[in-house]
T-cell receptor, first 116, second 114 residues
């Protein structure tokens, strides 16, 4: 597609439920990133996929968080047993390749997750 | 922890004035990027400056980079009300297994009054 697409755009869930967030990167982009942004805060790195290399999972805050990506296509971020502190906007971004020094990243519009 | 520290946290100016935002960072970088965010959703890439560059221009934007001081500034000239947004700097790792990983600062909230 023309841009990075994220779904759903908004999600309200009950504490303790699992949620799955989806990201469709720009076609041909090999690098894909997930970030979390709490209200009024900067972006917190979660995970980074680059082609067939092992993903950089160093930003995942707990073992309740996991993410997968099939090849160079769709990625899903799963949060198990959601907690209220998981409430945030989850942003996905893709770039042609990691360390792209020309184009930067293209971001999706995010998924606003509210845990009640 | 956040790599970039931005200053000021909030900036309020009149239309037509210039806006300057600063960013400091701690480790070696491959490049530094500035992004704009409206209404707390998707970010838009504004400009990228490589570690071997000192200044870059794009329209009304001017970015400087001082790697010896580990700092960057974003200047928006002749600001418009439509420039009202949050602005973030982000640094890309220089090497290792996390090469290219982008780390964001806390952002500067810019308000331009008509």
């Amino acid at each position: 597609g023309a841009g990075v697409s994220q779904s759903p755009s908004n999600k309200v869930t009950e504490k303790g439920k699992d949620v799955e967030l989806r990201c469709d990167p720009i076609s041909g982009h090999t690098a894909l990133y997930w970030y979390r942004q709490r209200l009024g805060q900067g972006l917190e790195f979660l995970i980074y996929f680059q082609g067939n290399s092992a993903p950089d999972k160093s930003g995942l805050p707990s073992d309740r968080f996991s993410a997968e990506r099939t090849g160079e296509s769709v990625s899903t971020l799963t949060i198990q047993r959601t907690q209220q502190e998981d409430s945030a906007v989850y942003l996905c971004a893709s770039s042609l390749y990691r360390g792209d020094r020309v184009r930067g990243y293209t971001f999706g519009s995010g998924t606003r997750l509210t845990v009640v | 922890s956040q790599q970039g520290e931005e200053d000021p946290q909030a900036l309020s100016i009149q239309e037509g004035e210039n806006a300057t935002m600063n960013c400091s960072y701690k480790t070696s970088i491959n490049n530094l990027q500035w992004y704009r965010q409206n209404s707390g959703r998707g970010l838009v890439h504004l400009i990228l400056i490589r570690s071997n560059e000192r200044e870059k221009h794009s329209g009304r934007l001017r970015v400087t980079l001082d790697t010896s001081k580990k700092s960057s500034s974003l200047l928006i000239t002749a600001s418009r009300a439509a420039d009202t947004a949050s602005y973030f700097c982000a640094t890309a790792n220089a090497g290792g297994t996390s090469y290219g990983k982008l780390t964001f600062g806390q952002g500067t909230i810019l308000t331009v009054h008509p």
